[in-house]
């Protein structure tokens, strides 16, 4: 039996796609660059479904832009987002960045207000042709970007469990580390707030942090959970050709 593939949807929610941006940003800054070049920036080693379906995401929240023949760079509203002339102009960009995607209009259109529970977004979803495996991160994703683009509307009852990232992230991807560049830090110097590094490989996070509290395991625990997501996210794009469906599968995928 073939696979049952949902609608188009960005593969993670609006935080991380900040995370990738400001790392391309890092990278090329706002000079045009290959879409090849953008990827191994953000830690794959070329073109394929899942750097496909990462690229795909930021263009759907308006972060990348296609110039020129397979060449892409950050747009005006990524810039507002990561470089805002005043708190305004930021939450103006969040907002309108947040609603990009079809998807996400959608939903916002159909609950205006506030937004709904778990079971009824689930209910919802189900009707309009969304699997069982990608319900659960379209879900999750949606209430992420709600968190960061309109956090006085985002609460909801839900009867369910749904992650939420209420603030800026700890720590971002990063590139080209070596999986033995990992380091494993004994419990004492956890406790005594020590910072530890944590290693990529090209799909594992890169960063160096400080735990001095259970807020700061909280926190990291929510990335890592997101990050988790939005890779798992990919895998399900990529076993459904996702190359192909960010070529041009709807008029928000990136070319």
Known sequence: MARVRSP????????????RIRTVHTAEGRNAASREAIA???GFGGLNGASATMLS??????????????????????MSILFP???????????????????????????????PSDDSLRSYLHREGFSSSAVDQVIQFYRETLEIANPRVAG????????TSKEDPIMTPSPAAPASQMLVTPPSALMAGKPFTIGFDGTMLTGTIAITSVRDIDRLMNVLRAQKAAFEAMQEFEDDDALDTAKGEDEETYP
Request: charged share 30%.
């Open 156 to 163: 909801h009852d839900s009867s369910s469990k749904t992650l």
């Open 57 to 78: 995401a930021l263009g759907k929240y308006g972060l990348i832009e296609p110039v020129g023949e397979g060449e892409a760079k950050i747009t005006d509203l990524a």
């Open 85 to 115: 002339h005043d708190p305004e102009e930021r939450q103006g960009a969040l907002e309108q960045s947040a609603f990009r995607p079809v998807l996400f209009a959608k939903l916002r259109e159909k609950w205006p207000e506030r937004p």
């Open 40 to 42: 191994k920036a953000l």
């Open 8 to 19: 188009n949807y960005p593969a993670m929610s609006l935080p991380a796609a900040l995370d």
